[in-house]
């Protein structure tokens, strides 16, 4: 079977254009991207969350599923990345961009929980997880990538990453699956 990307949301391209021109390389793979809008695509009026905005290839694939009455709050550390994402989706009403320190704006959130987080970023999976996960709503959705061992990681992220996935895999309060998939998925369901 065929896993090729067929259909990108429009802004995709010149995302990726402004962020190469950034020397910004670590944008959503697509396949996630793809899973991304089916997420999102299945929650009417939900609330996401996407720590992580980098260029926003992740929030373009996000907002492509969203339907209108959903909405986005999308959370970058680095204020000139986040501003190529702004610039190309800026004008959609649905997203919030916040320019912060994610862990800091998990620490200080005070909101309503999320159908959908999506945690790009060490901030809600390898630092501030236990409030990362507070803040999926029951039935909702934590979804992380990136956990396909590379040649280049040290040994202590592989370490970490063992880690992550074990107190994930053993949380009695979330159902887990892990995609050996795109850059390595694992997604989980909140059931209780």
């Known amino acids: 079977m065929d896993d ?10 010149a995302l990726r254009a402004a962020g190469a ?13 793809a899973l991304l809008a089916v997420l999102a695509a299945a929650r009417p009026g939900g609330r996401i969350l996407e720590l992580g905005t980098g260029v926003g290839e992740g929030t373009a694939w996000l907002l492509s599923g969203m339907d ?3 909405r986005l709050v999308s959370v970058e550390l680095d ?3 986040q501003d190529l994402a702004r610039a190309e989706l800026g004008g959609d009403g649905r997203c919030a961009f916040v320019a912060g ?6 620490e200080e959130y005070r909101g309503e929980p999320f159908d959908l987080v999506f945690a790009d970023t060490w901030p809600g999976k390898f630092t501030h997880l236990e409030r990362a996960l507070d803040l999926v709503a029951p039935g909702g959705t934590y979804l992380i990538d990136d956990l ?3 040649p280049d990681w040290p040994a202590e992220h592989t370490a970490a990453v063992d ?12 159902r887990t699956v892990r995609l050996a998939w795109s850059t390595g998925l694992l997604m989980a369901v909140r059931t209780a």
């Not at 090729?4 to 391209?13: E, G, H, M, N």
Request: glycine share 14%; charged share 20%; proline share 8%.
């Open 4 to 13: 090729t990307i067929t259909r990108l949301p429009p802004a995709v391209a």
């Open 21 to 33: 021109a950034h020397g910004f390389t670590l944008s959503c793979e697509e396949r996630t991207g």
């Open 68 to 70: 209108a009455d959903a």
């Open 79 to 81: 204020g000139a990345v």
């Open 101 to 106: 320190d994610g862990g800091t704006w998990l």
């Open 148 to 150: 396909l061992p590379l």
């Open 163 to 174: 880690r992550l996935v074990g107190h994930l895999t053993g949380r009695p309060d979330f």
